[in-house]
C-alpha cells in the first residue's frame, strides 16, 4: 500500500456520530396512520419498510427508524413527537 492509500483510508473513517431514532409503540395511534407518518417524515422509507417498522414497535415495543447524523435524528424524532407518535434518539454505538 502506497503512503498516499494509506492516508486517504485514515481521513475517510472520521465520520460524524450517527444516531438512532427509535419509535415507541403506543396505544393510541391507528397502525396505518403510524406508517403514513413514518413515510411523510423520513422520505427514504418505503412503504414495506414503515410497515415493516410499525410492527416492531406495534410487537416489541421499540423499533428502529433510521441511523443518521444527530442533526436530522433530532429533526425526525420531534417531527414524529409532532404527530403524536412516541420517539427517541441514542447514539449508534
Do not use: W
Amino acid at each position: 500500500m502506497s503512503v498516499e492509500t494509506i492516508e486517504k483510508s485514515s481521513t475517510s473513517r472520521k465520520l460524524a456520530p450517527r444516531y438512532r431514532v427509535l419509535l415507541h409503540n403506543d396505544d393510541y395511534n391507528s397502525m396505518e396512520y403510524v406508517v403514513q407518518v413514518l413515510l411523510t417524515t423520513i422520505p427514504s422509507l418505503t412503504q414495506p419498510q414503515a410497515v415493516s417498522i410499525m410492527m416492531e414497535a406495534h410487537t416489541n415495543g421499540l423499533a428502529l427508524v433510521i441511523t443518521c447524523a444527530l442533526e436530522h435524528a433530532e429533526f425526525y424524532c420531534e417531527t414524529l413527537k409532532t404527530h403524536g407518535l412516541s420517539s427517541s434518539i441514542e447514539p449508534d454505538e
